[in-house]
């Protein structure tokens, strides 16, 4: 069985409730979900993996994850739900199914720092209570829909999203130093809409082009050229969703100065043109 949107979330694109969890059999759905244990125990099943889950424990399941709920063992629990399109959280986030996905977003930069595993479909435990916090004040704000609520729901969500990485972040509990792809990935971030060359770049870090461009390559597996493409092409991604700008104003404020290799950048690595790509977008939200 799988739930629908049209189903389950409104026009706003996001839906939080509170709610005692009965049984409920195998389904999957078109957004992603966020749960949080109030109180009680539940035994969950999420990918063909069942766990015990209790008051406190707190978990992401991706677009498409088969899940269930049984209360055979532990009886009910309480929990807050909250469902949300991938455009709740940017509108250029037009095909996104998986949690890595959003972690990458231009909202929520975390650097390159590598993950113990993919967070989604982790249990995790709110030992501090900080999770369980924003999930209360979420609630309230989402019931009573005032003035800008869904600006604030996002930067909670985004909260929570981070706090999550955290935890799936490889740690050995001293403070992770800046690589050299970090120093040249945080220079691409800030300045992507500049002349950048990877000669530059080099230089100012003070590396040869040769030796810069190998650690790049080596630390991240993608080359300096790409990621310079990959952020540019995001950057445009966001404008064409949250802007009214033309295709021409936006291709030159991420950088690019030709329309046809603007153009054809963005149709091999979407699909589609800019001009198309938008149109999906409105027709979608």
Do not use: W
């Not at 037009?94 to 390159?112: A, D, E």
């Not at 706090?163 to 220079?187: C, M, P, Q, W």
């Not at 445009?236 to 295709?247: E, G, I, M, Q």
Request: charged fraction near 30%; hydrophobic fraction near 35%; glycine fraction near 6%.
């Amino acid at each position: 069985m799988k739930l629908s949107k049209q189903k389950v979330i409104k026009e706003e694109n996001i839906s939080i409730r509170f709610m005692q969890q009965k049984d409920i059999s195998m389904h999957s759905h078109e957004f992603f979900e966020f749960v949080y244990v109030v109180s009680g125990s539940i035994l969950h099943t999420l990918n063909g993996k069942t766990r015990r889950i209790d008051k406190g424990d707190y978990f992401f399941i991706d677009i498409g994850d088969e899940h269930c709920y049984s209360t055979k063992k532990y009886g009910d629990a309480n929990i807050i739900n909250c469902l949300f399109m991938p455009s709740f959280v940017d509108g250029s986030m037009l095909g996104v199914t998986k949690f890595p996905s959003l972690m990458s977003n231009y909202l929520i930069k975390l650097g390159n720092a590598p993950l113990e595993c993919t967070p989604s479909g982790v249990i995790y435990r709110d030992d501090d209570g900080s999770v369980g916090k924003i999930y209360e004040k979420m609630l309230p704000e989402y019931n009573e829909k005032k003035d800008g609520y869904e600006e604030i729901l996002r930067c909670y969500l985004i909260e929570i999203i981070i706090l999550t990485v955290r935890k799936a972040i490889k740690s050995n509990g001293t403070a992770r130093e800046k690589s050299l792809s970090d120093k040249a990935f945080e220079y691409i971030d800030k300045h992507y809409a500049e002349d950048i060359s990877l000669y530059k770049l080099a230089k100012m870090l003070n590396y040869s082009v040769p030796y810069l461009s190998k650690n790049i390559k080596t630390e991240t597996g993608e080359n300096f050229v790409n990621h310079l493409q990959k952020v540019r092409l995001e950057h445009s991604c966001r404008l064409l969703a949250n802007t009214d700008k033309s295709v021409y104003e936006i291709m030159c404020s991420v950088g690019y100065r030709d329309v046809k290799f603007f153009n054809l950048l963005f149709k091999k690595n979407f699909s589609t043109t800019p001009s198309e790509y938008r149109k999906r977008l409105k027709n979608t939200l």
